[in-house]
């Protein structure tokens, strides 16, 4: 998930911005944090708790998004061939008031969250639409069907992100990234196996598009490229795998995925900054685990990387972790499962499993 926008919510008597990806402004995503003030909360625990949702066991979260005080979820559901819901939203650290009523065989439902512009968007294919918005300011009304289609008919996006007045969506077909108002005709990508799209942003003015593919009309991009409005174009050599996600953090473009290597610079394992002219090592990386990071979350000045590693060199630190201050930070090495989703709410931080895991699907909360 996701998060792009600039919110100001106020938990616990704690001025917070939220965001992901307003008035007072901090982001939790997809834009360059602007620090309001001093009182900026250290995210932190000794512990991970489990939400005791039993609804959560057989269904995946596939997105997390946090707005206006409020932590919307996405499902995908691999049991209920029949009614089920697409999303819900935390009304008190525990408890899913669920929306979004729908009906298994007219597509497999909603994916990943972004906010973008304070309004919560979603990926995903459900009666012939593959993007959604969600009407927040019904979160609380009856009924929940609060799902409006907001393009991409009749194909399903992987990846979404607004470029100037364009929605751009990704997708796994030709062409791999479209402009769905049809006002920009990107060039595609090529690759010795399967093109994938997994992330887009914009990043000081260029649209930035990862994912896994080599290069496009003969240039060598190594699973990451900028647009310059007709072409794409490297970001130095790229990286030696697959890239999972893009946040923006401190000015710089933080890459998270499945690498060793960035523009051949090995300390820039599974995690790495761009600064706009070259790459940059987070410390020496991340190690371990078997497909390095699948989501990136922005609160402030703190960063958090979930996925499926076992830390750093020096620190056991699995599946989650945090950077502040330039220095990585252990969390609690509790986490059971590779983690797919992060959000922030009510001040405390949630991962989700990444992978689907048959009645053992999780939200848990740090504490």
């Known amino acids: 998930m996701k998060n792009r926008i600039i919110v100001m919510i106020f938990l616990g008597g704690v001025t917070m911005l939220s ?10 995503g997809k834009e360059d944090p602007i620090i309001a003030d001093n009182n900026v909360v250290n995210v932190t625990g000794t512990e991970w708790v489990r939400v005791e949702e039993s609804y959560f066991l057989d269904k995946e ?74 009407k927040i300011d019904e979160i609380n009304s009856l009924p929940y069907n609060s799902w409006d289609p907001a393009g991409a008919y009749g194909i399903q996006p992987k990846a979404f992100t607004i470029f100037g007045t364009e929605k751009i ?7 791999y990234v479209r402009s769905l108002s049809g006002n920009i005709s990107f060039p595609d990508f090529d ?42 174009l490297a970001l130095g050599n790229g990286v030696n795998g697959a890239v999972r996600d893009l946040e923006i953090f401190e000015g710089k473009l933080v890459v998270g995925g499945k690498f060793t290597a960035a523009s051949g610079n090995t300390d820039c394992s599974q995690i790495a900054m761009w600064n706009g002219t070259s790459w940059e090592p987070m410390d020496k990386g991340l190690i371990g685990g078997f497909n390095g990071v699948h989501r990136i979350f922005v609160y402030e000045n ?66």
């Open 19 to 28: 965001s992901c990806k307003k008035e007072h402004v901090v982001d939790f």
């Open 61 to 134: 979260i596939k997105g997390i998004g946090t707005v206006e005080g409020n932590m919307v979820l996405t499902f995908m559901d691999f049991i209920d061939q029949g009614t089920y819901f697409l999303s819900g939203h935390l009304s008190d650290d525990t408890t899913v008031v669920r929306h979004g009523l729908h009906y298994w065989p007219n597509g497999p439902g909603l994916e990943d969250i972004e906010i973008v512009d304070g309004k919560v968007y979603s990926t995903g294919y459900w009666d012939g639409n593959g993007l959604w918005e969600f």
């Open 169 to 175: 969506v990704g997708v796994d077909a030709s062409p």
């Open 191 to 232: 690759h010795s196996s399967t093109v994938r799209i997994h992330n887009l942003i914009e990043y000081k003015g260029d649209l930035i598009c990862a994912g896994q593919f080599t290069s496009s009309n003969g240039t060598v991009l190594n699973n990451i490229a900028r647009w310059n409005g007709s072409e794409w």
């Open 302 to 367: 703190q960063l958090f990387a979930g996925g499926d590693f076992n830390g750093t060199t020096v620190i056991n630190s699995e599946n989650i972790i945090k950077w502040k201050n330039g220095n990585w930070i252990g969390l609690p090495n509790t986490v059971p499962e590779p983690v797919g989703e992060i959000g922030l709410y009510n001040g405390k931080l949630y991962v989700a499993n990444k992978f689907h895991v048959m009645n053992g699907n999780f939200l848990m909360r740090l504490q």
